[in-house]
């Protein structure tokens, strides 16, 4: 049971974990960067080296730009065009699949990998021509009716 290691037994075992290629935190070489950019996620991010004992933090920054300081901008555009056609208040006379087919569409149109491939911007080490990528992008394409439209949200 984890209640019945010592502190010093814990702090052996998490730095014996390894990725599938047996390397561990320390071997990988990160730093407070934001992945597949030049943004540091602290002051000084690129100097921080990232450890075992402080992957929490640098897993919490992670998320916090990607899910909100990276995106700030953008959703202030979309309030911002939002507000110029109608105030916002009168969003919550729509329920949310209602946003979502006017925001979405409904339409039975098909999304083909061609139209995937000129309008995904992979990023974060990513390129249109990563395995991963070209695997995504045969998915969504393989979804039966407009479950496509799920991908959207992500």
Known sequence: KQEDLTQERKDGLIKQITDDNGATLDD??????????????????????????????????????TLREGVRKQMEALRQGFSSVMPLSHLQLFYANEMSQLLCGTGPGRWTEEDLCTT?????GYTASSTAVKHLIQVICGEAGNVHCCYLYV
Request: proline share 5%; charged share 15%.
């Open 28 to 65: 990988l070489c990160l730093d407070f960067v934001l992945p597949g950019t030049d943004i540091e996620l602290t002051a000084g991010g690129h100097t921080v080296a990232l450890t075992i004992e402080n992957v929490e933090e640098y897993l919490c920054a992670v998320v916090n730009y």
């Open 120 to 124: 995904l911007q992979p990023d974060h």
